[in-house]
Antibody, heavy 123, light 107 residues
């Protein structure tokens, strides 16, 4: 069974930093693009970042570019999100997801999601 | 950025009803649209991708259609377990974006 488990969330003061982790199992992690998606309390879903299989290609939503960094360690089957200069508006549940990107067929989708880890930015 | 507008944002329906949710994109996204279901305190669940392809294990009462800028998710006969929030997502270009969501509640 494919499983993604996020960790590293918590309470942090504005301007602080956190590093989220996502441990993958049941899949050949190095074959897949990966994503981070967040959801603020009572709000909808917001895509945060994507990374390709070897970590050489990364994309971010404008609101986190320059503050957040997505990375991965394929040897450890792990995805990361380094979050710096945190703001109150970064308060959310953060999900990692597998991003299926089949360019030959034209299919793109996020099919496996973790349960999420909660980040609260508050003084 | 491609904006996705979902309608309605809230829907009250009864078990057995046919339900349709619309997602309009601010520009053409070909068929690169997915639909998710989310229940309270749970992660989103992929229902449909590439506009109309049913994800493995998703009941056939769910279907998707559309092209270009207008897309629909249809539930042919609403079941008790379908009361949830639904989101569309475009995967045509970065930043990937989601619709604002539709909450389906019991009438």
């Amino acid at each position: 069974e494919v499983q993604l488990v996020e960790s590293g969330g918590g309470l942090v003061q504005p301007g602080g930093s956190l590093r989220l982790s996502c441990a993958a199992s049941g899949l050949t992690f190095s074959r897949w693009w990966m994503s981070w998606v967040r959801q603020a309390p009572g709000e909808g879903l917001e895509w945060v970042a994507n990374i390709n299989q070897d970590g050489s290609d990364k994309y971010y939503v404008d609101s986190v570019r320059g503050r957040f960094a997505i990375s991965r360690d394929n040897a450890r089957n792990s995805l990361y999100l380094q979050m710096n200069s945190l703001r109150a508006e970064d308060t959310a549940v953060y999900y990692c997801a597998r991003y299926v990107r089949s360019t030959s067929v034209g299919d793109y989708y996020m099919d496996v999601w973790g349960k999420g880890t909660t980040v609260t930015v508050s003084s | 950025d491609i904006q996705l507008t979902q309608s309605p944002s809230f829907l009250s329906a009864s078990v057995g009803d046919r339900v349709t949710i619309t997602c309009r994109a601010s520009q053409g996204i070909n068929s690169h649209l997915a639909w998710f279901q989310q229940k309270p305190e749970k992660a989103p669940k992929l229902l449909i991708y590439t506009t109309s392809t049913l994800q493995t294990g998703v009941p056939s009462r769910f279907s998707g259609s559309g092209s270009g800028t207008e897309f629909t998710l249809t539930i042919s006969s609403l079941q008790p377990e379908d009361f949830a929030a639904y989101y569309c997502q475009q995967l045509k270009s970065y930043p990937l974006t989601f619709g604002g969501g539709t909450k389906v509640e019991i009438k």
